[in-house]
């Protein structure tokens, strides 16, 4: 083989690696999870919003079901909890086999933001 010719086969390579690279990286990326712009409504509410949404995602068996990880069905526990669902759900970590829409991530950090109030 001429130096030319392996010269050639080490561009081809390098070029065929990148695209490799970059491919992986489109296919394979998780999708964003950036909820950082949001519209809060202030109207949102920890017993008829919140509540509901953890108990339907998070609250049952081999979750927050109190026997493995504390609850997070009553205001206390997740009133002092908010802070970690906040950059749990931001992070993806939170609900764990489960997705939470745009719309309820934004409704808990909307009620998160404003104080997380008893209502």
Known sequence: MTKRK???LKVNNTIL???LFVTLNIFCAKPSTDTSTYVC????SFATT??????KNCNFSGCHDDQVVTA???????HDGAAQ???????GKMPKNRTLSVADK???FCWID???KNN
């Open 41 to 44: 409504n202030p109207t949102i």
């Open 6 to 8: 392996i010269k050639l």
């Open 72 to 78: 997070l069905n009553n205001f206390q526990n997740v």
């Open 85 to 91: 669902i906040k950059l749990s759900i931001q992070t």
């Open 114 to 116: 404003n104080g997380a």
């Open 50 to 55: 919140v509540k509901p949404l953890l108990d």
């Open 106 to 108: 934004n409704a808990i």
């Open 17 to 19: 690696i990148i695209v």
